[in-house]
């Protein structure tokens, strides 16, 4: 879906990378996205993709929300993601639902930062109340 998006609107350089990023973001989920490229230069120009997530999997059932960013770059394109993703559950309990080999990196301000096992990016784990918010990010990298 997402290099579908992407080859409407012209887009050539990072439309892999734009498809691996979106097939990451939105794995499990049901999903609706919108891509976005400068109109006059696709090519030459990050692209956008915002997509909403609606998850009915064990350990998650309920709506998230997520961005992928690609930018052509020398040598090829970089681009990230963002997922975000509310739980009932509090930040002590979602722990346990990291990937195997996750570890805690940092603490940011008081919110708990884990780099994620398997090479999967990061998660910030931030408590509302006595639910939690996890933020995930990850980026990569391709060449031409």
Do not use: W
Not at 3 to 21: E, H, N, P, T, Y
Not at 52 to 68: F, H, N, S, T
Not at 111 to 117: A, D, V
């Amino acid at each position: 879906m997402f290099q579908g998006q992407a080859a409407q609107l012209g887009v050539k350089s990072c439309a892999g990378l734009i498809a691996q990023l979106g097939d990451s973001l939105t794995q499990g989920a049901r999903f609706t996205a919108n891509t976005q490229a400068q109109k006059n230069a696709p090519n030459d120009h990050a692209v956008q993709a915002v997509a909403g997530l609606a998850y009915d999997a064990p350990g998650y059932q309920g709506k998230a929300a997520g961005i992928v960013f690609t930018a052509p770059t020398r040598s090829g394109c970089e681009g990230n993601l963002v997922r975000v993703a509310p739980f009932t559950q509090s930040c002590q309990d979602v722990v346990r639902l990291l990937p195997k080999g996750s570890v805690l990196t940092a603490d940011l301000s008081g919110t708990p930062l884990y780099t994620l096992g398997s090479n999967q990016g990061q998660a910030l784990l931030v408590a509302s109340g006595p639910a939690c918010v996890v933020v995930t990010v990850a980026s990569a990298m391709a060449g031409q």
